[in-house]
């Protein structure tokens, strides 16, 4: 294939079911190739992965900022996307087919869809994936930290506190508070990806003597987390286990950013393994207090 015969252009609601099949065939290669799967993905596996994927595609699809794809021939060979929150610009996918790899296309789509020129801070959920951090790291993002996910099949066994949960809607007052909570532990808000979160998973505020003190979700998929107080992992950990395993999922799984030593320090305790699947941290500029907070999954946006 050649660089020449490659067209650029915004994404539309057409190509999605194309735009999702290059996200699952880029991924599961890297996957074979990082040995972390060893056997192909097949149609009905892309089908179902869309599937189960399908409210966070048409979130990302609605919220998106930047949203490019690149054509060979009528055929989508690459995707890339990136949604502005706040001050904070997140890229939050750039593949290609494995077959269109090697000859520059993610890096015209980066450029298309995370421009250095921006007043944004620009921050990257990366793949350990070589190529990517080649592209990511001269686009002038730098690695701060990996984030590995942590799972096991849940048990009930919260513990005792003094920490009050309340079931999180999308009424007003309540995104108000979590917007707050954002403000301190990431630096911006993101109030439309709280609206989606609530309607796509249990969630809860957490208080303490009547004040927020930090805000979590678990359920088939989990996270965010974010506190004011890290010390308090331990109790919110353990409360969201046992929710899901009350709602009678296989397995609770959380990505912690690995600075997070109160988080780490509970769930290994608790037996916990960590998955051979990690990610890196990357942005322009330091930002956001992350021993204060876990990801959203799956690893898509923070
Ligand atoms: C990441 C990805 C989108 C890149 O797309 P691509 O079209 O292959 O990328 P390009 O050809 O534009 O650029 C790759 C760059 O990596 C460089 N590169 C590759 N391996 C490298 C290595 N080991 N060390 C240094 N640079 C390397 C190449 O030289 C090239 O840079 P150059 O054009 O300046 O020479 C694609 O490889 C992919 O889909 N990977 C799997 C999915 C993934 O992990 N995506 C990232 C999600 S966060």
Request: proline share 6%; with cysteine; glycine share 8%.
């Amino acid at each position: 294939m050649a660089a020449s015969d490659v067209a650029y252009r915004p994404a539309t609601d057409a190509d999605t079911r194309a735009i999702n099949e290059v996200g699952e065939r880029a991924f599961d290669d890297l996957a074979r190739r990082h040995g972390w799967s060893d056997t192909p993905i097949d149609e009905a596996g892309i089908e179902r992965e869309l599937e189960a994927q399908c409210s966070l595609y048409r979130h990302l699809s609605e919220t998106a900022d930047q949203f490019w794809v690149a054509e060979q021939q009528g055929r989508i060979v690459g995707v890339a996307r990136s949604i502005v929150r706040g001050d904070l610009r997140e890229l939050t996918e750039l593949f290609v087919l494995p077959d269109a790899q090697g000859i520059g296309i993610g890096a015209e789509l980066l450029r298309r869809a995370f421009p250095k020129k921006t007043s944004e801070t620009r921050c990257i959920l990366s793949t350990p994936d070589l190529p990517a951090l080649a592209c990511y790291l001269k686009a002038g993002v730098a690695i701060r930290f990996p984030n590995y996910g942590f799972a096991r099949p849940p048990r009930d066994a919260p513990l005792s506190t003094d920490l009050s949960f309340e079931p999180l809607t999308g009424r007003k007052e309540m995104l108000q508070a979590l917007d707050e909570i954002d403000d301190v532990v990431l630096g911006h808000r993101r109030t439309v990806d709280h609206r989606w979160l609530v309607a796509d998973r249990p969630g809860w505020i957490y208080r303490r003597q009547g004040n927020v003190a930090g805000y979590g979700y678990a359920g088939r998929q989990s996270g965010p987390f974010a506190l004011l107080d890290p010390a308090d992992f331990p109790v919110v950990l353990a409360h969201a286990e046992a929710m899901v395993a009350r709602a009678g999922h296989e397995t609770f799984s959380v990505v912690v950013p690995m600075m997070n030593e109160s988080a780490i320090a509970h769930l290994l305790g608790r037996g916990f393994r960590l998955d051979p699947f990690f990610s890196y941290l990357m942005s322009d500029k330091p930002f956001g207090r992350f021993a204060q907070y876990i990801e959203t999954t799956p690893t898509f946006f923070l």
